[in-house]
């Protein structure tokens, strides 16, 4: 039993590290979008609403993560902190580059953002059991995972209907895909509901995004590839 739970550690750490780099795909996913508004010094049509939404997400699965909440899950308080510090600064970005407008609705957004955070965790704190805590902040963070990894739901539908995968990048959609399948099995390892959980629904629609990739690349190709019938009638 001793050699296994070493084996199920050794597994876990790999599968945490893993996530973490695969994590850095969808973090830097951003950048080509950013270097377009600071060369441009307009954030033109694009929204900052997917920035403080993942903000949000990333402190409230940090905060699962700290040992406080949820011992053996150093991983997981990490890689969102890493997540929460990328998404801040592409939130400061927006803002700096914003109109008036967007400037006082994305600071107002920034604000509830910090202070329904602080909500959770005083008000997390204020239960004594742990295993209780442990649950009620898990079901935070797992609502929260589910409902980010079920927004791609939109573009699964978009590329169904244009039979075109212009708007689903593949290297996002794999990178999501990867760290989905990582922090599954971290939690699988771990013995970690909240984390194998929403991590294998985001891994499952990984595979789904992936497979409509590929399958419309190749629609497309195929018609491209088509002889044009001229007819001399």
């Known amino acids: ?32 979008t950013f270097r377009r508004v600071i060369r441009n010094k307009t954030t033109e049509q694009f929204s900052g609403l997917p920035y403080i939404y993942a903000l949000l997400n990333c402190l409230i699965c940090l905060w699962y993560g700290t040992p406080l909440v949820s011992p053996r ?6 890689v969102n902190s890493i997540g929460a510090v990328f998404q801040l600064a ?11 407008g967007k400037k006082i609705k994305m600071l107002g957004l920034l604000l509830a953002v910090f202070a329904f955070f602080v909500v959770i965790v005083t008000g997390s704190l204020q239960i004594p059991d742990l295993p209780l805590r442990r649950n009620v902040v898990g079901i935070l963070s797992c609502a929260s995972l589910v409902s980010m990894f ?12 244009t039979k075109s ?6 290297y996002l959609s794999l990178s999501t895909f990867l760290m989905s399948v990582s922090f599954f099995l971290y939690g699988l390892f771990n013995y970690d509901l909240f984390v194998y959980a929403p991590n294998g629904i985001g891994a499952l629609l990984g595979i789904v995004q992936l497979v409509l ?13 088509e002889p044009l019938i001229v007819s001399y009638a």
Request: include cysteine.
């Open 1 to 32: 039993m001793v050699l296994l739970g070493s084996i199920f550690s050794i597994c876990r750490d790999a599968a945490g590290v893993a996530g973490h780099i695969f994590a850095f795909g969808l973090f830097l996913s951003p950048l080509d």
């Open 73 to 78: 899950n150093t991983m997981v308080m990490t």
């Open 90 to 100: 592409y939130i400061i970005l927006f803002i700096t580059y914003a109109e008036k």
């Open 150 to 161: 079920a927004s791609p739901l939109f573009i699964i539908n978009l590329v169904i209907r």
């Open 165 to 170: 995968v212009e708007f689903m990048p593949f």
């Open 213 to 225: 990739y590929f399958y419309y690349s190749r629609v497309a190709k195929e018609e491209a590839q």
